[in-house]
């Protein structure tokens, strides 16, 4: 009489079976943390370029909305228009302000003006614009205050005075500026840790008249 037998796996297999889904195993979680990683700094990455793309937006409307009217530094009532220095208003960098239309009021319903005072600053890495609900604010007013950009180096702002045949000179361009015009234009030079040297050129209004 034929026995059938049936032959299992030997020990060496087994263990040779468990190394295979083990290496396997590890393959797979190293690949997959690698993908959440990736994923992980992707969104990161596009929360910051939203970011910097939404404070690029509201300096340009700022800057391009700039209007001929007096802006009052620290509640002093002046003539000048826009001014813009180092250390304005308490910047570790350069500092500017002035004031700019178009904020919305639709059929006057708020009490205020559709004119509004606005600056920019750079304090502890933070780029900063500066605003308030009145146009021309008193003596010992505290501005409201809007974080555009963290880690930011540095805050550079130029003036060009005139339109001359020599306007793209570096020379043409002034650090300071507090006159009772509007410049012709203005230049911001952003000094980011995450995006390096941004830099924006803004035509102002008075240019085109």
Do not use: C, H
Not at 106 to 113: G, I, N
Not at 179 to 208: C, W, Y
């Amino acid at each position: 009489m034929i026995r059938n037998k049936q032959q299992g796996f030997t020990l060496i297999e087994i263990m040779i079976a468990v190394a295979i889904f083990t290496l396997i195993g590890i393959a797979s979680t190293s690949v997959m943390t690698a993908v959440i990683d990736s994923d992980e700094l992707s969104e990161n990455r596009f929360e910051k370029l939203q970011t910097l793309q939404r404070a690029m937006l509201t300096i340009e409307r700022d800057m391009l909305q700039a209007v001929p009217r007096a802006v009052r530094i620290d509640g002093q009532e002046n003539t000048q228009v826009m001014r813009g220095e180092k250390n304005l208003l308490e910047s570790e960098a350069d500092g500017i302000a002035f004031v700019r239309t178009g904020w919305q009021n639709p059929q006057l319903m708020l009490q205020r003006s559709t004119l509004q005072s606005v600056a920019y600053r750079l304090q502890e890495g933070k780029l900063e614009r500066l605003f308030g609900n009145y146009v021309d604010n008193v003596v010992g007013f505290e501005p409201k205050v809007r974080v555009l950009l963290n880690n930011v180096e540095d805050f550079e702002i130029q003036f060009l005075l005139n339109a001359g045949e020599d306007a793209g000179d570096s020379e043409s361009w002034d650090d300071n500026f507090a006159q009772d015009t509007l410049p012709v234009a203005i230049k911001l030079t952003i000094t980011s840790q995450e995006f390096g040297v941004i830099q924006r050129q803004f035509l102002m209004s008075s240019a085109d008249s």
